[in-house]
């Protein structure tokens, strides 16, 4: 069963950097056949998709609120997913998901879309952050 941890999380001032983890850690997966990124949730708002990746050509999405700020990379051979975010505001504040499903069920096109993974897809449990103003 695939399973995801994410770390990274908490507390920072506003204009501050976070650099959020997430890992597929059980063996016999590999990146190479997921999409993965990442949701957030704010208390009292809808989830969204903030950021994924491609494993076939390495393209991005960014949800318009993010772009120039977070970046998303991916290192296959650790099975990590990297979202390093830089210049966070407080609207950033919110729980982290992570989510990875195979390339015939997502990309990085349908990703804001998404509402949920196929049987092959998993979530992360959700790591918190904070933005203070």
């Known amino acids: 069963q695939l399973e995801l941890v994410e770390s990274g999380g908490g507390l920072v001032q506003a204009g501050g950097s976070l650099n959020l983890s997430c890992t597929m850690l059980?063996?016999?997966?590999?990146?190479?056949?997921?999409?993965i990124g990442w949701f957030r949730q704010a208390p009292g708002k809808e989830r969204e998709g903030v950021s994924s990746?491609?494993?076939?050509?390495?393209?991005?999405y960014y949800v318009d609120s993010v772009k120039g700020r977070f970046t998303i990379s991916r290192d296959n051979a650790k099975n990590t997913v990297y979202l390093q975010m830089n210049s966070l505001k407080p609207e950033d504040t919110g729980v982290y998901r992570c989510?990875?499903?195979?390339?015939?069920?997502?990309?990085?096109?349908?990703?804001?879309?998404?509402?949920?993974?196929?049987?092959?897809?998993?979530w992360g449990r959700g790591t918190q952050v904070t933005v203070s103003s």
């Open positions: 990746i491609s494993p076939i050509d390495g393209k991005t």
């Open positions: 989510a990875a499903d195979r390339t015939e069920f997502a990309s990085t096109t349908n990703w804001p879309y998404l509402r949920r993974l196929s049987p092959a897809g998993a």
């Open positions: 059980v063996s016999g997966y590999t990146l190479d056949l997921y999409v």
